[in-house]
């Protein structure tokens, strides 16, 4: 090897290094999607920074070796053709490419698969027989449905009476258990703040659960192509707030959905629209 | 060569004027609107807007005459209206079409308008039965819900009720409008056709 090929590498292998810890301290400093709103939302954050600090590094050195191969064997121009030079397998690189290569995924696999371990139970879980809510309390998830339709989403809160709004409130500091469901084709409620995202699907119910831990107004939305509104079937009121103030809500939706109480069907994780009356 | 050359140029002429003829067309579309009309009235210093559509079970003409519709006073389908921000806009809909029913009933209440309510033939109601609606018009943004009481579904030709309710414009933008009843006769769960296309059962509201 040329000194002016251990040169190059001395040198490419110290922007590798300055780069790999900038980036990762960078990654590990910065705030990280989709942030600290839910406790859903918080391990989905650490997730994606893990994997972040330990992808960025093997990233910069894949662009490292690249610049590094273009300037250690450029030929100038006065230097005429020059013959390729044969190409010998090294060992020793082989060797610790695929070592730290095997290392680094397997553990990956095992941080992943623990993480999803640790999971919220029944979070993206089909449970469409579980059993009908019982009447909250403080320790109990608060169930609430959300309903997709071409094109807005409208919420059910068993817990209170089975109404039914076109906003979703939510109690600081509470277990929620969202029950997604569709009555028309499949549509996805997305909750990005508090990390929940989830298929609506007609005549399933899909159940995810999140605490949400800072109160403020977020954005939900569809995020399964669904038809002509499907770019506008979001909405930017749904709202985390105190205890109290979610009771006083409750109590508005309540004393507003009186007219069309009688009206709503029994609560049901699935609804059954029959399809044939309508279109025909 | 030249003449190669020649039919080559003539040809990517053609058919530049044919893209540009379509290009031109469709961003020279203006969608049918439905005219607007200013009261001299003013409500706590809001200015007053009247707004006025014909629901029909077939608009009976044009490209699409077994589709449902809004109809504007001309009576062709029309979605598109203007209405100056913060304006209180008052809706009159001549609701001609019979019921088919809601998939969700719960827009089947009132919601939105101001008083949460709406007059069906003069008779303030804020719900119907769900069964018993032909259509919605429903400002998903603003939550602004009404649903549209049906005719008999033997009624005589031009039977109408006359549904009216009041919202106070919200700030400038463009807000979609739906109905919610699946009233696209012919198609999967009701869904398609004039419920899929603009100008029928989808509109937009332009507050400026």
Same mark, same amino acid.
């Given at each position: 090897m040329?000194?002016?090929?251990?040169?190059?590498?001395?040198?490419?292998a110290?922007?590798?290094?300055?780069? =790999?810890?900038?980036?990762?301290?960078?990654?590990?400093?910065?705030?990280? %999607?989709?942030?600290?709103?839910?406790?859903?939302?918080?391990?989905?954050?650490?997730?994606?920074k893990?994997?972040?600090?330990?992808?960025? @590094?093997?990233?910069?050195?894949?662009?490292?070796?690249?610049?590094?191969?273009?300037?250690?064997?450029?030929?100038?121009? /006065?230097?005429?053709?020059? @013959?390729?030079?044969e190409?010998?397998?090294?060992?020793?690189?082989?060797?610790?490419?695929?070592?730290?290569?095997?290392?680094?995924?397997?553990?990956? =696999?095992?941080?992943?698969?623990v993480?999803?371990?640790?999971?919220? %139970?029944?979070?993206?879980?089909?449970?469409?027989?579980?059993?009908?809510?019982? @009447?909250?309390?403080? $320790?109990?998830?608060?169930?609430?449905?959300?309903?997709?339709?071409?094109?807005?989403?409208?919420?059910?809160?068993?817990?209170?009476?089975?109404?039914?709004?076109p906003?979703?409130?939510?109690?600081?500091?509470?277990?929620?258990q969202? /029950?997604?469901?569709?009555?028309?084709?499949? /549509?996805?409620?997305?909750?990005?703040?508090?990390?929940?995202?989830?298929? =609506?699907?007609?005549?399933?119910?899909?159940?995810?659960?999140?605490?949400?831990?800072?109160?403020?107004?977020?954005?939900?939305?569809?995020?399964?192509?669904?038809?002509?509104?499907?770019?506008?079937?979001?909405?930017?009121?749904?709202?985390?707030?105190?205890?109290?103030?979610?009771?006083?809500?409750?109590?508005?939706?309540?004393?507003?959905? =009186?007219p069309?109480?009688?009206?709503?069907?029994?609560?049901?994780?699935?609804?059954?629209?029959?399809?044939?009356?309508?279109? $025909? | 060569?030249? !003449?190669?050359?020649?039919?080559?140029?003539?040809?990517t002429?053609?058919?530049?004027?044919?893209?540009?003829?379509?290009?031109?067309?469709?961003?020279?579309?203006?969608?049918p609107?439905?005219?607007?009309?200013?009261?001299?009235?003013t409500?706590?210093?809001?200015?007053?807007?009247?707004?006025?559509?014909?629901?029909?079970?077939?608009?009976g003409?044009?490209?699409?005459?077994?589709?449902?519709a809004?109809?504007?006073?001309?009576g062709?389908?029309?979605?598109?209206?203007?209405?100056p921000?913060?304006?209180?806009?008052?809706?009159?809909?001549?609701?001609?079409?019979?019921?088919?029913? *809601?998939?969700?009933?719960?827009?089947?209440?009132?919601?939105?308008?101001?008083?949460?309510?709406?007059?069906?033939?003069?008779k303030?109601?804020?719900?119907?039965?769900?069964?018993?609606?032909?259509?919605?018009?429903?400002i998903?943004?603003?939550?602004?819900?009404?649903?549209? !009481?049906?005719?008999?579904?033997?009624?005589?030709?031009?039977?109408?009720?006359?549904?009216?309710?009041e919202?106070?414009?919200?700030?400038?933008?463009?807000?979609?409008?739906?109905?919610?009843?699946?009233?696209?006769?012919?198609? *999967?769960?009701?869904?398609?056709?004039?419920?899929?296309?603009?100008?029928?059962?989808?509109?937009?509201?332009?507050?400026?």
């Amino acid at each position: 090897m040329t000194d002016k090929r251990r040169r190059y590498i001395r040198m490419f292998a110290l922007v590798w290094f300055i780069l =790999a810890v900038a980036g990762d301290i960078g990654l590990a400093l910065g705030p990280t %999607p989709p942030f600290t709103a839910s406790d859903l939302a918080s391990s989905q954050s650490t997730v994606i920074k893990v994997l972040s600090v330990i992808a960025w @590094p093997v990233f910069s050195a894949v662009l490292a070796v690249i610049a590094f191969t273009l300037f250690a064997n450029r030929v100038a121009p /006065h230097e005429g053709d020059v @013959p390729p030079r044969e190409l010998r397998g090294d060992s020793r690189p082989q060797i610790a490419w695929i070592t730290a290569s095997i290392v680094i995924v397997l553990s990956l =696999a095992v941080y992943g698969t623990v993480a999803l371990a640790n999971d919220q %139970p029944g979070a993206g879980i089909s449970t469409a027989s579980a059993s009908l809510p019982q @009447p909250a309390s403080a $320790s109990d998830p608060l169930e609430v449905q959300v309903i997709a339709q071409q094109w807005w989403f409208t919420y059910r809160y068993p817990t209170y009476g089975g109404i039914e709004t076109p906003q979703l409130v939510l109690p600081v500091g509470q277990k929620i258990q969202f /029950h997604v469901t569709s009555l028309d084709v499949v /549509h996805s409620f997305w909750f990005y703040a508090l990390g929940v995202k989830a298929d =609506a699907v007609p005549l399933n119910d899909n159940v995810f659960t999140a605490t949400p831990s800072q109160t403020g107004t977020y954005r939900v939305q569809c995020s399964e192509l669904c038809g002509l509104w499907h770019g506008n079937m979001n909405a930017d009121d749904a709202m985390v707030v105190s205890s109290s103030d979610f009771s006083n809500w409750i109590q508005q939706q309540q004393a507003m959905d =009186a007219p069309i109480l009688k009206y709503l069907p029994a609560y049901s994780h699935t609804y059954a629209p029959n399809p044939l009356s309508y279109g $025909s | 060569m030249g !003449l190669r050359a020649s039919i080559v140029g003539i040809c990517t002429i053609i058919a530049g004027v044919i893209v540009g003829f379509f290009v031109t067309q469709y961003m020279g579309h203006t969608p049918p609107t439905v005219t607007v009309s200013m009261s001299a009235n003013t409500v706590e210093g809001r200015p007053v807007v009247d707004v006025s559509f014909t629901t029909v079970g077939s608009v009976g003409s044009g490209l699409h005459p077994n589709w449902v519709a809004y109809l504007n006073a001309d009576g062709n389908p029309a979605t598109y209206f203007h209405v100056p921000a913060g304006s209180v806009v008052r809706m009159t809909i001549n609701q001609q079409d019979s019921a088919t029913g *809601l998939r969700n009933p719960y827009f089947a209440l009132v919601r939105g308008t101001v008083g949460n309510e709406m007059t069906v033939n003069k008779k303030v109601m804020t719900s119907i039965n769900p069964d018993d609606s032909a259509h919605t018009f429903t400002i998903p943004d603003i939550g602004v819900s009404v649903p549209l !009481l049906g005719v008999a579904s033997n009624a005589p030709s031009g039977a109408q009720n006359v549904v009216q309710f009041e919202f106070i414009a919200p700030a400038a933008g463009t807000y979609r409008w739906q109905c919610f009843v699946p009233c696209g006769a012919g198609t *999967l769960y009701g869904n398609g056709g004039p419920m899929q296309t603009l100008g029928y059962m989808a509109g937009e509201m332009v507050v400026s």
